[in-house]
């Protein structure tokens, strides 16, 4: 064979071999991904920057609010202040709601096992129940026993229920006082939380538009602080409705026992206004014996 013809024969070959990893070749290129580098900021001048150096490097919850936007950070830091004033109420509310049912339950079972109103109030001012709203209820009975004690029995039982009506509203306002603010949190912290989001998304929006980026790398940093901030106002709210539906349930029945207390303070005024009743009745009916015996003489 030729030496010319040799060479076109290995020509031939190398073509077709050439030809058959032509395709192969190709679609290893187009299947195989771009090196991870974030798009250039600086209008295309061809230097991209490593994505460690654009995310920011701590995603942990106080990294994503030292680096939120500063609404986003007051919005943050007021959810803060209100959970800490939840439960800041949960404890001193519920000291105080505690020990005055437990006062409220020994005077009244003092109340049940007293023979007179005088005794029982005597039994109640002697002990730890004296500060209590039922020592207070037998407090008005005794009061109004002295000022109306020639006045007529049944205008006595009218007042002293008139009395001790107040006593209860009273105290049960005086229980409520402060369970007004955790229904607000309970109610508003979700839709502050949810401004926090609303805000912190916008920026991050914005900070796509600026990068020219829309990879999900690059934005979702930003998402999560927004994020966080309904996080922190569900956090605040949830504890806040919980805490306020036991303490209207608690008070409810302090009402209630404050109610049997008052039931039992009006049964005994009723006895001892009947004892009064019976003791004069013996001197009215010798009287008019007497008189006509001084008339006879």
């Known amino acids: 064979m030729a030496i010319g ?7 031939a070959l190398f073509s077709a071999k050439a030809r058959a990893w032509r395709v192969p070749l190709g679609l290893i290129t187009v299947l195989t991904p771009a ?3 974030a798009q250039e900021a600086d209008g295309g001048t061809g230097l991209a920057a490593p994505l460690s150096a654009i995310l920011p490097h701590d995603l942990s919850p106080w990294g994503m609010f030292i680096q939120a936007d500063i609404v986003v950070k007051c919005v943050m830091i007021g959810l803060a202040f209100a959970s800490l004033v939840t439960w800041t109420v949960w404890l001193a509310k519920g000291i105080e709601l505690l020990a005055a049912r437990r006062r409220a339950q020994a005077a009244t079972r003092m109340l049940e096992r007293a023979e007179s109103l ?3 109030r005597q039994a109640v001012e002697s002990g730890w129940t004296r500060r209590g709203a039922v020592a207070d209820l037998m407090q008005a009975a005794a009061r109004e026993q002295r000022r109306s004690g020639d006045l007529s029995a049944d205008g006595v039982k009218e007042r002293l229920s008139i009395a001790l009506a107040r006593i209860e509203a009273r105290a049960g306002r005086s229980m409520t006082r402060g369970t007004g603010l955790l229904a607000t949190i309970g109610a ?3 839709f502050v939380g949810l401004f926090g989001t609303v805000w912190g998304i916008m920026n991050s929006f914005i900070g796509i538009s600026q990068s020219h980026t829309t990879n999900l790398a690059v ?3 930003g998402i999560a602080e927004a994020l966080l901030a ?3 106002g569900l956090m605040a709210a949830i504890p806040a409705v919980i805490i306020y539906n036991v303490f209207a349930r608690t008070i409810a029945g ?3 026992l404050l109610s049997d207390a008052s039931g039992e303070v009006l049964q005994h005024v009723s006895r001892d206004l009947d004892r009064q009743e019976q003791a004069a009745a013996p001197a009215a009916v010798r009287s008019p014996a007497i008189a006509r ?4 003489g």
């Open 118 to 120: 005088e005794a029982a």
């Open 293 to 296: 015996t001084h008339g006879a």
């Open 254 to 256: 302090y009402r209630a």
């Open 219 to 221: 934005v979702a940093p």
């Open 5 to 11: 013809d040799r060479h076109s024969a290995f020509g």
């Open 188 to 190: 508003t912290a979700p």
């Open 230 to 232: 309904t996080a922190i």
């Open 35 to 37: 090196p991870a580098f």
